[in-house]
Nanobody
Framework: QLQLVESGGGLVQPGGSLRLSCAAS????IGWFRQAPGKEREGVSC????????NYADSVKGRFTISRDNAKNTVYLQMNSLKPEDTGVYYC???????????????????WGQGTQVTVSS
């Protein structure tokens, strides 16, 4: 059974940083998504199984960095220069199909974590 566990969310002031972690029960392409109240869940970033390919939403390019430690089956999302509009529940998801690339659309992912809340507010 594939399991994903997110951690690292919290309350941070605008301009601050947080690092989210996603611990998986195996090696998969991983995507990070977020959902703000009243809005659709949107893709934020993803990383291929090997870590050689990454993608970012335009809204987070230059501020967020995704990485992985395959020895620990863990993917990290380093979020810097956070803005109030980054607020939402962040989910990691696993794509068991793709190997060399990753996708930022929801339908590519079959397995989802429980989510972790990120709140950016002064």
């Amino acid at each position: 059974q594939l399991q994903l566990v997110e951690s690292g969310g919290g309350l941070v002031q605008p301009g601050g940083s947080l690092r989210l972690s996603c611990a998986a029960s195996g090696l998969y392409a991983i995507g990070w998504f977020r959902q703000a109240p009243g809005k659709e869940r949107e893709g934020v970033s993803c990383i291929s199984r090997s870590g050689g390919s990454t993608n970012y939403a335009d809204s987070v390019k230059g501020r967020f960095t995704i990485s992985r430690d395959n020895a620990k089956n863990t993917v990290y999302l380093q979020m810097n220069s956070l803005k109030p509009e980054d607020t939402g529940v962040y989910y990691c998801a696993a794509d068991p199909v793709r190997f060399r690339v990753c996708a930022l659309w929801r339908n590519a992912y079959n397995y989802w974590g429980q989510g972790t809340q990120v709140t950016v507010s002064s």
